[in-house]
């Protein structure tokens, strides 16, 4: 017999705090603006944003308007820390934000929705008026955003030959029911109907992808239109390379474009123009940073560079959105993975040497960027709020609760599933994230008797979120074969580890008799006190190899300090508790040191690792 397990997860609704009564400051506002001028003016209509193909610019409620915005992801930032988030974003000088919506992070299940806690994007959206930040919106379907399969759901794959951002009609069943579910809560959010949605993206970078279909992104164009209205402002992202802006852009969609300080603006412009003849100069993602892979150099970007390149294109009278001006944390087995002549999985923190810290702290390139946008706008009253304090809680010596295949019952309650051959993830319909090292080492010597039981554990380390590759299949994919003969009769155990985590386990069960070893894919358990008060604080894994960390039921994201850059996860003081104490689990994949513990610091630790020096490009 021969036991497949899979590392698998469900998707759970993260219970955050209470729901707070929504609150719109615009439309109050908006009143008062529509009264004056209608006084003076009969058009143009009041509360409207558009674009101006003569002068260039956009307009906004009848005047030239120029927006300097930054993106922050909701689904990045822990629900109680949007606020502290969204407001250094206002007092940084910024007329708004940029925000995606990832449709598989709402949507886990075919027709199964999840808008709580965590989830809520329209209470974030209350947050950005209340604020006074407008919002570009980015609702995909696609978004990429090196988040799991560029946000697009892993289920669309339980349909194996689908074809996806085509118009294969399985595809576009599947975005017509979630468009028909999120955009009617968009809609009276929309600047013309009084809310603070000023424009809204159609797909993402699609020219970037091998398909091209101009049926698909008609179709996208029909939907948005028929359930947005007619009036709201469309458009597209793509780089400047002109194939892309062949297959990115459409006629009713205005196509904008995207390049970091290293490009040569007045060229990239040029590229926009090639396409957009007159109107507003947009970048939609001025690169203030860049993401970490696994195994390689930790990103940083000038802020010398950044501002001076913000000035120019600000000095044009261009629109800008910073790209990111606030990262955060791929939390959960979210992050996503690229593939450029091998597989890259994204690391936890997409700090992204932005201009907040993945803490949410300001940076010395937040201040060069204020500086510059100060030139242009004026930059609101008051000081910018501080860096959230931060806490060593040191030492927390962990114990060995159980090696994993002693608790399949637990993390599989439904039992195994039997096949004769081996299935993929998608195949047993459950949801995970992340896989083996595909590029790496790929053959092994396995020696045994005759009788002997083979367990494969399957990682998920994230589908790809960009280029060609996105139909991302997880899982063992082929056969496996002893010599000659094909190995038979699986049993397969999908394990919804974050389910029984959530639930309480293994902190509130029995305790294990397991064997001392720390060889071996197993489970540890500690936990640790706050001195009176819950702050932000950064884990280290001396000694620990790989593998996934719980506090108190949140599932804080993958540790691989061997591999790097990153060597420290960012806990943020919501998940703590301080009247009580904090439950800490590990799933540590390899083995762990003779007396494992973890190290709480007050800051983060990156490095460059030894065995990798390419430098991430795009
Ligand atoms: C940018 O490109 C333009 C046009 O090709 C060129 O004239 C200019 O010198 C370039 N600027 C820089 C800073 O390289
Ligand atoms: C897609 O993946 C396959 C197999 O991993 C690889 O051979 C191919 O080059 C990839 N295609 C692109 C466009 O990256
Ligand atoms: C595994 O082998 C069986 C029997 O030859 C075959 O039907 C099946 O398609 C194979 N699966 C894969 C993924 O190659
Ligand atoms: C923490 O562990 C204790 C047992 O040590 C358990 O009673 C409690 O429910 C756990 N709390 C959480 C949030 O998991
Ligand atoms: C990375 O940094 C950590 C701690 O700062 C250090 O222990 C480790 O040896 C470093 N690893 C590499 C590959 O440089
Ligand atoms: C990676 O680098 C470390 C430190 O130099 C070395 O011990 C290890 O063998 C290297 N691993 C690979 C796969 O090259």
């Known amino acids: ?45 009041a ?57 598989n992070y709402h949507e886990p299940l075919p027709g199964v929705y999840d808008f709580a806690g965590d989830r809520d994007v329209e209470a974030f959206l209350d947050l950005t008026a209340e604020l006074g930040l407008l919002v570009i919106l980015r609702p995909g379907p696609y978004i990429c955003a090196e988040w799991e399969m560029g946000g697009l ?52 970078e699609y020219g970037s992808y091998y398909a091209c279909d101009y049926e698909y992104l008609q179709h996208l164009l029909g939907s948005f239109r028929a359930l947005l209205g007619s009036e709201v402002l469309l458009f597209t992202t793509d780089s400047t390379q002109a194939e ?57 970007t000038s802020s010398a560079q950044v501002a001076q390149g913000l000035e120019d294109m600000l000095q044009m009278g261009a629109n800008v959105n910073m790209y990111m001006f606030h990262g955060g944390t791929n939390f959960a087995y979210w992050s996503g993975a690229d593939f450029k002549d091998q597989y890259k999985p994204v690391t936890t923190s997409y700090d992204y040497d932005a201009p907040l810290s993945e803490a949410g702290d300001p940076t010395e390139k937040l201040f060069a960027i204020r500086t510059v946008i100060s030139k242009f706008q004026p930059l609101p009253v008051g000081p910018m ?52 090292e595909r590029d790496g080492l790929t053959t092994l010597r396995v020696t045994g008797r005759a009788g002997d039981t083979l367990d494969v554990l399957l990682e998920n380390m994230g589908r790809i979120s960009f280029g060609a590759n996105i139909s991302d299949f997880k899982g063992m994919l082929g056969n496996i ?31 294990q008799s397991s064997n001392g070893g720390t060889a071996g894919p197993a489970f540890y358990t500690g936990t640790f006190e706050t001195p009176g008060i819950a702050w932000d604080t950064f884990v280290k894994f001396p000694g620990w190899s790989k593998g996934q960390l719980w506090i108190n039921g949140f599932n804080l994201g993958r540790y691989w300090p061997s591999r790097g850059p990153q060597q420290t996860l960012f806990v943020p003081s919501s998940v703590l508790h301080v009247d009580r104490p904090n439950n800490i689990t590990v799933l540590e994949l390899e083995g762990a040191s003779p007396a494992p513990f973890l190290l709480f610091l007050d800051k983060p630790l990156f490095n460059r690792t030894l065995n990798h020096s390419t430098m991430a490009t795009k």
Request: positive net charge.
């Open 153 to 204: 759901p892993a289920w669309l794959l339980w349909k194996p030959d689908i074809i996806l951002r085509s118009s294969d009609p399985a595809y576009l069943a599947a975005v017509d029911s979630w468009l028909h579910v999120l955009l009617p809560k968009i809609k009276p959010r929309l600047y013309q109907y009084g809310g603070n949605i000023i424009s809204v993206q159609v797909e993402n």
């Open 481 to 511: 074969s002893l010599g000659s003969s094909l190995l038979s009769n699986w049993l397969i155990y999908p394990l919804a580890i974050d389910t029984a985590i959530k639930q309480g386990w293994p902190h509130a069960a029995q305790p």
């Open 385 to 436: 709020p501080p860096a959230t304090p931060k806490y060593s809680y040191g030492r927390v010596a962990l114990k060995k609760y159980a090696d994993l295949l002693s608790v399949l019952d637990v993390l599989c309650p439904s039992g195994a599933i039997q096949s004769q051959f081996p299935l993929t993830f998608e195949a047993i319909k459950q949801e995970y994230q992340g896989t083996l």
């Open 244 to 300: 892309e802006l062949r297959c990115g852009t459409l006629q009713g969609l205005y196509a904008t474009i995207d390049f970091g300080p290293g490009s040569n603006i007045t060229e990239s412009f040029g590229a926009q123009r090639q396409v957009e003849p007159k109107g507003p100069l947009v970048n939609s993602e001025y690169y203030t940073g860049w993401l970490d892979y696994w195994g390689e150099v930790h990103a940083s």
């Open 1 to 45: 017999m021969v036991v497949v397990v899979v590392s698998t997860f469900q998707f759970v609704p993260y219970r955050g705090p209470a729901e707070r009564p929504a609150r719109m400051g615009l439309p109050a506002l908006a009143l008062l603006l529509v009264a004056g001028v209608l006084l003076t003016q009969a058009s143009p209509p």
């Open 47 to 103: 509360r409207s944003f558009q674009l101006d193909y003569e002068k260039d610019c956009f307009r906004k409620d009848g005047a030239p308007f120029r927006y300097i915005s930054g993106s922050i992801h909701y689904a990045r930032v822990p629900r109680p820390a949007w606020r502290d988030r969204l407001l250094k974003m206002y007092m940084s000088g910024l007329s708004a934000v940029q925000v995606y919506i990832p449709w």
